[in-house]
C-alpha cells in the first residue's frame, strides 16, 4: 500500500519580511530563467511573496497551506501578460522553498 506523503513544515519565522524579500528575487528570477524575462514577472513575485509573508506573519507554517493559499489568492491577479497562472507560482513557490530546505523533490522523496 502506497505511503501518504508526509507534510512538510517550515521552522517558525523569526523574519518573515527578509523570508518575502528572498522569496520575490527567488521567484522572479526563476520566472526570467523558465521562459522569457518580462515586465509583469516582477508583479507575479512581488504578489507571491505578500501573500506568503502575511501567511507566515499569521503563524502558518505547514508548506501544503502555504501552497494552497497562493494558488486561491493568486485567482484574482490578472495573468492574461504572462505565459504563467496561479498553480505554476505556487508550486515554484514550493520548489523554492523545498531546495532553501535541502528537501530533494525529485520522484516524491
Known amino acids: 500500500m502506497t505511503e501518504p506523503i ?3 513544515t517550515l521552522p517558525a ?5 527578509q523570508e518575502g524579500e528572498w522569496l520575490q528575487t527567488s521567484l522572479h528570477r526563476w520566472l526570467d530563467q523558465e521562459f522569457l524575462p518580462e515586465a509583469v514577472n516582477a508583479e507575479i513575485a512581488r504578489r ?3 501573500i506568503f509573508v502575511r501567511q507566515r506573519m499569521e503563524g502558518e507554517n505547514d508548506l501544503g497551506s502555504l501552497v494552497i493559499a497562493i494558488v486561491t489568492e493568486m485567482q484574482a491577479f490578472d495573468f492574461s501578460r504572462s505565459f504563467y497562472g496561479e498553480f505554476a507560482i505556487a508550486n515554484a513557490v514550493s520548489d ?8 530533494d ?3 516524491g522523496q
Open 6 to 8: 508526509q507534510a512538510i
Open 48 to 50: 507571491a511573496a505578500q
Open 13 to 17: 519565522t523569526e523574519n518573515p519580511q
Open 96 to 103: 523554492l522553498l523545498l531546495d532553501s530546505l535541502g528537501i
Open 105 to 107: 523533490r525529485c520522484c
